[in-house]
């Protein structure tokens, strides 16, 4: 069973930055799909970033230009590079996993990401 352990939410003020990490319990290959999605309190969970090796990144159009999700298989590793953030991007940001070779998928248990003042 692959597991994903995100980290690195936290309370920001807006205009701030942070980093979310994904640790992967197993290899990440190369056609995994590794992503970013978030849920607000009363809102349905949705895609922030996703990646895929070889291919461009893809963003929702709320966060271009602001997030940036990269990755690091050899650290088993993805990141949510968070800036200028605002108060609309607080909510649980959840790392995914499809792994196409398997036809399977994963979720982690989340970090919360609150931006006030």
């Known amino acids: 069973q692959v597991q994903l352990v995100e980290s690195g939410g936290g309370l920001v003020q807006p205009g701030g930055s942070l980093r979310l990490s994904c640790v992967v319990s197993s290899s990440i290959f190369r056609n995994d799909i590794m992503a970013w999605y978030r849920q607000a309190p009363g809102n349905q969970r949705e895609l922030v970033a996703s990646h895929k090796m070889g291919e461009a990144a893809q963003y929702t159009d709320s966060v271009k230009g602001r997030f940036t999700i990269s990755r690091d298989n050899a650290k088993k590793t993805v990141y949510l590079q968070m800036n200028s953030l605002k108060p609309e991007d607080t909510a649980d940001y959840y790392c995914?996993?499809?792994?196409?070779?398997?036809?399977?998928?994963?979720w982690g248990q989340g970090t919360r990401v609150t931006v006030s003042s």
């Open positions: 995914h996993m499809k792994r196409i070779a398997w036809g399977t998928e994963y």
